[in-house]
């Protein structure tokens, strides 16, 4: 990037000039207003944005540091937001959500529509008891009821805790289990790509691992028609508890530290951990980046490409985009269905304006468009697009150029946005109409985020030296905590080592040498993204040792073209090594086994034999080494510690 050559990619003067944030001088007063009076720069953004039923006189509360509060005598509620309010504000009639079902019917809802299905729902949560501070597990599709979930429980203070519905039995036991629900919302199944797939049956076999008994309700959604099971006395159809509920909820007013919900997300160590959420905080953000990074306006059809499962689907599907009063697709199946144009066909019939969405997603339909010229986006009308976004993991800035010319005609700014589960919204993002791109760049920190790079010491290294993405200050939409397991939300975002000051977001990052440009260079920590997924290493040892021909196993990720990431797995049998033919039997085996045990998107996508692993004299296992092996590189490190170097051979692959 210092390279005098790099081009960069100017905003149209049309769209800098309707920018919220137009131009860089606008976006540079943002950052000195932040930097003047921290809190008055959140405070005025989350007077002018969020609807308070109690107003906040406290703005952050750094009392038990690094369990940072904002807001706190603030009440609120997030449903009230996102919905009473758009319909109070005479826009009742206009279409919240165009739903697009895998099969392509299409479905509008209207503000008020959305209002009254979402108070149906919170009241038939209400009539099992459900009240504020309990615990929701919602395990279902990405249709309408899905976000229709998140917004009743957000509307009676329950905190809900979404599963991902790729997720296994186990994975779901695990999520139910930790965060202690009393109520699981699920479907018959889910439509993918044309094909009809179970969720009930696998919610039935994560409640007889055990572990789940503090469940006392499931609601079943019907979606598929397929066969289900009933408990008697503790699951009910969907439409049956809805049939007799009334169609207005008064929205339960919650502290601004209420948490809103727990997502689990996967570290370096255990199990997946609940990252908590709070509610004043986490709204402030989604509503600022929405306005700020998406420039979202009246006119505007959004896009999140994302699932309900994953963060980006909180932020930008059920929350964001319904707090600013915009109207969004939500689309329930894959982008290869029932070919690889679906996304720009959806694009073209819906007028799309705002389109967000992962690299690998993008990668993948390059590859087809470049096979088929019937899917290729150029044989679409994409003018209706005036912005893309990106996120998940490095977009490569080939990716950034076809995404650039061919579906946004060379005429719309790309948003590459950093963020996390942990961060609740973008931390660090191009202003669409503000900052010069550069492809592979997510270029510079939100307005008011305090990102840097440091040192092992947490020492600010110099611009054009890599080193650790960690955030100076706390912000409104940051974790709370895990829920559960507050050591572990210190030790894992504010390590001693650091000072315990910043917080650590496990990701390398350089910043460009004359502008300042973050680059992030990829994870520092046991965890790996597959395809914008965030995986642990570490789970998907334990998931391979749990199966009885496995002995010992060892994972890590390797650059792969498509997915960003491949899982290469290493694995020692406890019988004799195999080879050929039996080789190929026994990988299928331990593929489908974890992908049994965590959900498919964690299947090794290589696996290799060994009699043993490489390790130290003292008994570590080499990851680095193992890194080279997966790559296919020779290795260069020294071996000598290696206590046998004869396995080396046999784990080339
Ligand atoms: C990675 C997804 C580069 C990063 C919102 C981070 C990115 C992890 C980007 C979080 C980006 C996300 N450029 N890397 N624009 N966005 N990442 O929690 O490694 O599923 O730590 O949140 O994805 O993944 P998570």
Request: hydrophobic residues 35%; contains cysteine.
């Amino acid at each position: 990037m210092s390279n005098e050559s790099v081009q960069l990619y100017y905003p149209s003067p049309e769209f800098v000039k309707n920018a919220a944030v137009s131009g860089m001088d606008a976006y540079k007063a943002l950052c000195a207003e932040a930097e003047k009076d921290y809190e008055g720069y959140w405070a005025r953004h989350a007077r002018e944005l969020i609807t308070w039923q109690t107003p906040f006189t406290k703005v952050l509360d750094e009392s038990e540091a690094p369990f940072y509060k904002w807001f706190t005598d603030g009440k609120l509620n997030v449903s009230y937001n996102c919905l009473d309010r758009n319909v109070e504000a005479g826009n009742g009639d206009k279409t919240a959500i165009i739903f697009e079902a895998d099969d392509g019917q299409v479905t509008k809802v209207s503000y008020k529509e959305l209002l009254s299905k979402v108070c149906k729902m919170a009241n038939a949560l209400k009539s099992m008891g459900v009240k504020k501070g309990d615990r929701v597990v919602i395990y279902l599709p990405m249709t309408v009821e899905g976000i229709v979930a998140m917004q009743a429980c957000a509307r009676i203070g329950a905190t809900h805790s979404v599963v991902f519905g790729g997720f296994s039995a186990q994975s779901l036991r695990d999520r139910i289990n930790d965060a202690g629900a009393v109520c699981l919302i699920t479907s018959d199944g889910q439509f993918r790509g044309g094909k009809s797939i179970p969720l009930k049956p696998i919610a039935d076999e994560a409640f007889s691992l055990g572990g789940c008994e503090s469940v006392k309700n499931v609601i079943v959604f019907k979606r598929t028609g397929g066969e289900v099971s009933m408990t008697a006395g503790r699951d009910q159809w969907l439409h049956e508890v809805l049939a007799s509920q009334p169609e207005t909820c008064e929205p339960e007013w919650v502290e601004a530290e209420h948490p809103l919900f727990l997502l689990y997300t996967s570290g370096s160590t255990g199990k997946p951990k609940g990252v908590q959420h709070s509610t004043g905080g986490y709204l402030l953000q989604a509503i600022m980046t929405m306005k700020y990074s998406f420039d979202i306006k009246p006119a505007d059809v959004f896009w999140c490409t994302a699932d309900i499962g994953w963060v980006t689907g909180h932020t930008y599907i059920t929350y964001g985009p319904l707090a600013c009063g915009a109207t969004e697709v939500v689309f329930e199946g894959v982008p290869t269905y029932p070919d690889a144009g679906r996304f720009w066909k959806m694009i073209q019939d819906h007028k799309a304006s705002i389109f967000y969405t992962a690299p690998t997603a993008i990668r993948s339909l390059i590859k087809a468009a470049d096979t088929n010229e019937a899917v290729h986006p150029k044989k679409y009308d994409l003018s209706s697009l005036r912005l893309l976004g990106s996120v998940g993991e490095p977009i490569n800035p080939a990716a950034w150029e076809w995404y650039h010319q061919n579906v946004g005609g060379g005429r719309c700014p790309i948003v590459d946005t950093f963020w996390q589960t942990e961060t609740g919204g973008h931390m660090i993002t191009p202003m669409p109409g503000a900052t010069p791109l550069v492809p592979g760049s997510c270029t510079l920190p939100f307005p008011g985020i305090q990102a840097a790079v440091v040192d092992e010491t947490g020492s600010d290294v110099p611009w054009g030296q890599g080193g650790i993405l960690v955030v100076k200050k706390p912000w409104p939409s940051m974790i709370r905590t895990i829920y559960g397991d507050p050591e572990r939300f210190k030790k894992s975002y504010y390590p001693e080592d650091l000072g315990g000051t910043l917080y650590l977001a496990g990701d390398g990052a350089i910043r460009d040498a004359k502008t300042g440009y973050f680059t992030i260079t990829g994870r520092i920590d046991d965890v790996l993204n597959v395809s914008g997924h965030r995986m642990g290493t570490m789970e998907i040892e334990s998931a391979l040792v749990a199966h009885e021909k496995v002995a010992e196993a060892a994972v890590v990720g390797r650059p792969d073209d498509l997915t960003g990431e491949a899982i290469c797995a290493f694995v020692v049998l406890k019988g004799a090594r195999p080879t050929g033919d039996e080789a190929k039997k026994v990988i299928k085996e331990l593929q489908d086994w974890v992908g049994k045990e965590i959900g498919p998107i964690a299947k090794p996508k290589d696996i290799r034999f060994g009699e043993n692993l490489p390790k130290t004299r003292s008994g570590k296992i080499m990851r680095r080494l193992l890194r080279s092996l997966a790559k296919g590189e020779e290795v260069t490190q020294d071996t000598s510690t290696l206590e046998n170097p004869a396995i080396l051979e046999q784990l080339k692959g």
